[in-house]
């Protein structure tokens, strides 16, 4: 059975910092690409970051030089750290897991962001 766990959400003040993780199980977490979603409230999922398994991330221009995505394969965990939070960084984070070379795309149960004074 596939699992995908997140943590580490919760309230920041604007400028604040999180570090979100998510913990994998159930799949062989080092042949898995991995990536961070959002969905704030009345609006689609959006993609935040990913990281490949061989490393290479991508980030969506919003967040980019403001979040990284970071992989631990030996724990099986991939981590999301958020620097200089917005307001609009508001919304449930949810961590996927998916191959290329075959159809498999696994969801977390998400993880509350909120920021606000």
């Known amino acids: 059975q596939v699992q995908l766990v997140e943590s580490g959400g919760g309230l920041v003040q604007p400028g604040g910092s999180l570090r979100l993780s998510c913990a994998a199980s159930g799949i062989i977490f080092s042949l898995y690409n991995m990536g961070w979603y959002r969905q704030a409230p009345g609006k689609q999922r959006e993609l935040v970051a990913t990281?490949?398994?061989?490393?290479?991330?991508n980030y969506v221009p919003s967040v980019k030089g403001r979040f990284m995505i970071s992989r631990d394969n030996a724990k099986n965990t991939v981590y999301l750290q958020m620097n200089s939070l917005k307001p609009e960084d508001t919304a449930v984070y949810y961590c996927n897991a998916y191959r290329v070379d075959r159809p498999a795309n696994y969801w977390g149960q998400g993880t509350q962001v909120t920021v606000s004074s």
């Open positions: 990281i490949a398994n061989g490393g290479t991330t």
